[in-house]
């Protein structure tokens, strides 16, 4: 399998503009969770889908955030407009059903907000 | 309500010297509890984790994990530490509700440096 699969790897973009990350996870698991990183806040869980279903998203930061998940296979996580304080590396994770299973973390996307 | 600790920001070790990093943890129940690894520029990588059963937990890498109990613990160790090893290290729990299933609590992380 190749893992968790993050697109893209790098993101530079100007403030107001529209940023949308992409995420698939490992085929067969069931739960996908979305995690952003900073030096200030570290690891922080942003949503978490079961099932394709949003079960948290209590971590979202503002309504500016949003996260679909289609279908099993892809997912997306929208930032809309983007602000220098958005900057960060976001990751993806998936994990198979319930139970006590580690997740697999894909190599996240670097996003920069000037 | 759940949580974890890792007291120490940074952890410096000589190589070839034993490597310890510290997790301390916070459940209502039995816990399970996860040690992941981040090199610069990757992802977080999973290293190992207790379910139940034995204490003592052997991971990869040669890395190992002892729960404790009566100490709300679980310390990550390493016999002799590589230089390889300097990387970022997190302590994750989880707990079987109903309404947190699959949803880990991470700890702030320890920076671990090994000096050759």
């Known amino acids: 399998d190749a893992g968790v699969i993050q697109s893209p790897r790098h993101e530079v973009t100007e403030m107001g503009q529209e940023v949308t990350l992409r995420c698939k996870p490992i085929?067969?698991?069931?739960?996908l969770f979305w995690y952003r990183q900073t030096m200030m806040r570290g690891l922080e869980l942003l949503i978490y889908f079961n099932n394709n279903v949003p079960i948290d998203d209590s971590g979202m930061p503002e309504d500016r955030f949003s996260a679909k998940m289609p279908n099993a296979s892809f997912s997306t996580l929208k930032i809309q407009p983007s602000e220098p304080r958005d900057s960060a590396v976001y990751f993806c994770a998936s994990r198979p059903g319930q139970g006590p299973y580690e997740q697999y973390f894909g190599p996240g996307t670097r996003l920069t907000v000037t | 309500a759940q949580s974890v600790a890792q007291p120490e920001d940074q952890v410096n070790v000589a190589e070839g010297n034993p490597l310890t990093v510290k997790c301390t943890y916070s459940?209502?129940?039995?816990?399970?509890l996860f040690w992941y690894v981040q090199y610069p520029n990757r992802g977080l990588q999973f290293l190992l984790k207790?379910?139940?059963?034995?204490?003592l937990v052997k991971g990869s890498y040669g890395f190992e994990a002892e729960f404790n109990k009566s100490q709300t613990s679980f310390h990550l160790k390493k016999p002799s530490a590589l230089v390889s090893d300097s990387a970022l290290y997190f302590c994750?729990?989880?707990?079987?509700?109903?309404?947190?299933?699959?949803?880990?609590?991470f700890g702030a992380g320890t920076q671990v440096v090994v000096t050759p």
């Open positions: 459940v209502s129940g039995n816990p399970y």
């Open positions: 085929s067969g698991h069931d739960y």
């Open positions: 207790y379910i139940t059963g034995d204490n």
């Open positions: 994750a729990v989880s707990h079987m509700t109903t309404d947190s299933w699959g949803k880990f609590q």
